[in-house]
């Protein structure tokens, strides 16, 4: 049965808040649903198979689970749930990508995205409601943080879009570059790989699984240490301190010298290259001396660069992404000084699905908080272009 919270405030326009007091099982790794059978005088041997029908069966009702004696099945069901969600809404974009709205067990929101290109599945979950960083070119940092999502929260994003869409023998990577910084939810984050990556769990290889981080340093030398260690990619965004100041305030603490150096000791623990993502924007971080920087931080990293032209929010965003043919020419530039660069074209953007473009807010900034939008110090438009202008 459901508590209700504030049960005397009976004036309120609104219903009361109606509390679970069942145990939510899902979020729970193996030795966590161990230690809640114990506490509930049940046999603990039990809490492997809850696992798989949780994880790798996506079943969440107790009363399924036929592998389990009846009795255990019906004091589960009164005393806990499997809970990893719901999608409240879709937004299916012109090219197939699909936005989903997710009411989260504990509270709040988040956006995640199913991405379908030829042949190709994957799924962009969030780590957060909202973001602290504060990315000036990020719908997302204009929400603020709210909260960080639970392990359960997290993985239940995959189970829905399970739920969704035909997934269940069809090989699909999993990108946390949704709503929120990863490594700023940092021991949820690792529990969660640890359930993905659990051939009892959802079984997927960590190759299948990319974190994306604006730059935790410290957070990243520690992931390298994990047992569980995904594939790594950076938000750089630009070639030189001043400039990713203005746009990344992370980098204020931690410089792009001692960013690379952190992914360079991530390279060595794990053997495989890094992704140096590379976001566009028109006249601040595309000129040809940008493009030669990028290619002189970048040389001798075994890394890969990923341009990604930026995406438009009207009315919230003061950027522009630059001309299809100068990130084509941004992209050519690198090849020849023999970086390894590719062009990560947008997808969903008619459904603001796009990257950097997730956020639960809408079409347009409030009128009193407009001057949020205006772009950083010493950049200014002259026409077509943005004009970097700092001394």
């Not at 400039?243 to 390279?267: F, S, T």
């Not at 530039?333 to 970086?339: D, H, I, P």
Request: glycine residues 8%; charged residues 25%.
């Amino acid at each position: 049965m459901d508590e209700i919270s504030n049960p005397q405030a009976t004036d309120s326009p609104f219903p009361p808040t109606r509390r679970p007091t069942r145990a939510n099982l899902f979020g729970m790794e193996r030795a966590e649903l161990t230690r809640f059978l114990e506490a509930h005088r049940a046999p603990a041997f039990h809490a492997g198979q809850i696992y798989r029908w949780i994880y790798a069966r996506r079943r969440l009702d107790p009363g399924d689970w036929t592998d389990l004696p009846k009795t255990l099945r019906a004091q589960l069901v009164a005393e806990a749930r499997a809970d990893a969600g719901r999608v409240v809404a879709r937004t299916a974009a012109s090219d197939g990508t699909v936005k989903h709205r997710i009411s989260l067990p504990g509270g709040g929101e988040v956006e995640a995205v199913v991405m379908v290109q030829s042949g190709r599945v994957t799924l962009c979950v969030s780590s957060q409601v909202g973001c602290a960083l504060r990315c000036d070119f990020c719908l997302t940092g204009k929400m603020g943080l709210t909260r960080n999502l639970t392990p359960g929260e997290i993985v239940g994003q995959i189970t829905l879009a399970h739920g969704e869409h035909p997934l269940a023998d069809t090989p699909y990577n999993v990108v946390f570059m949704g709503m929120g910084e990863p490594l700023h939810n940092y021991d949820a984050l690792t529990a969660a790989l640890r359930i993905l990556s659990d051939p009892r769990g959802f079984g997927l290889s960590r190759h299948r699984i990319t974190v994306s981080t604006s730059g935790l340093v410290p957070a990243i030398e520690r992931l390298a240490q994990e047992p569980i260690r995904p594939r790594l990619a950076v938000s750089l965004n630009a070639t030189t301190d001043e400039v990713r100041e203005r746009i990344m305030p992370i980098n204020r603490k931690y410089p792009i010298a001692r960013l690379l150096e952190a992914c360079r000791a991530y390279v060595g623990a794990t053997s495989e290259r890094f992704t140096v993502e590379y976001v566009l924007l028109d006249g601040v971080n595309d000129t040809d001396d940008d493009v030669r920087r990028l290619a002189g931080l970048v040389r001798g990293l075994p890394a890969k660069i990923n341009l990604i032209p930026f995406n438009p929010v009207p009315g919230w965003l003061a950027y522009r992404s630059s001309p299809r043919a100068r990130v084509v020419r941004v992209r050519d530039s690198l090849l020849e000084s023999g970086v390894a660069a590719s062009i990560r074209w947008s997808r969903g953007a008619d459904a603001r699905a796009a990257c950097g473009q997730l956020a639960l807010l809408p079409d347009r900034e409030p009128a009193a908080r407009a001057k949020r939008a205006e772009l950083p110090a010493g950049v200014e438009r002259t026409g077509r272009r943005v004009q970097d202008t700092t001394p």
